[in-house]
């Protein structure tokens, strides 16, 4: 049987199946799956809340840049600030760059007929 595992959750599932399936299951076996499961899961939580901190890092930049440029942020100058904030949230997403050249249909059509209507024409004159 090929065990594959799709998540964390079905890793420690098939692992605890595994371990109980003896006669006489290993404590410490299964608590080593558990820890290994708490450790991926706290891993990513880290990863989440560093992405998180740097959105908020960026939000309190722009309601500070709000408040430079306008004293206290009110009803009227609510508009400024929330502009402030999504531009900032936009132009902190980096997109990577895809240096993979991109072909369409269309051009290749097109330089195919272009080619062949020369080719033709080259053809009659020799």
Known sequence: MVKKFT????KLE????DELSFND???ENILTLVDSYEKDNLDTIDKLKRGKSLELKRINGAL????DAHGP???VLIGSASKRIHGSLLTSQVKPLDNTPKYSIKS?????TVASALFFTICLFL
């Not at 500070?64 to 408040?67: E, G, V, W």
């Not at 290749?108 to 195919?112: K, Q």
């Open 14 to 17: 098939l692992g605890l199946e």
């Open 25 to 27: 299951p290993n404590l």
């Open 108 to 112: 290749m059509l097109i330089g195919f």
């Open 73 to 75: 942020i009110t009803k």
């Open 64 to 67: 500070k840049q709000t408040i």
């Open 7 to 10: 998540s964390r959750k079905g």
